[in-house]
């Protein structure tokens, strides 16, 4: 059974920062794509950041030099290190997994919450 599983949300304040972590099960990690996507109250899904199984990684313009993502595959998991947040960060955030092999393989977390208020 495939299982990921976000922690570290919470409330921060305008300019605070927050790590996520994604722990992942029942894959076999490294051959995956992860990312970190959000979805704010109205609004789509939407990509924040994401990191190849080769480390490469790819950043929404918005979060550019305020967030970054990494992994480490001893323990399967993948983190979101959100710093100089703001307001319009306000979203649930959602772990995803990825994998294309003569067909595509996706898995999605739970989501945690995450409040940029004062």
């Known amino acids: 059974q495939v299982q990921l599983v976000e922690s570290g949300g919470g409330l921060v304040q305008p300019g605070g920062s927050l790590r996520l972590s994604c722990a992942a099960s029942g894959i076999t990690f490294t051959v995956y794509k992860m990312g970190w996507y959000r979805q704010a109250p109205g609004k789509e899904r939407e990509l924040v950041a994401g990191i190849s199984n080769g480390g490469r990684t790819n950043y929404a313009d918005y979060v550019k030099g305020r967030f970054t993502i990494s992994r480490d595959n001893a323990k399967n998991t993948v983190y979101l290190q959100m710093n100089s947040l703001k307001p319009e960060d306000t979203a649930v955030y959602y772990c995803?997994?990825?994998?294309?092999?003569?067909?595509?393989?996706?898995?999605w977390g739970q989501g945690t919450q995450v409040t940029v208020s004062t």
């Open positions: 995803n997994a990825e994998y294309v092999l003569e067909k595509q393989y996706t898995y």
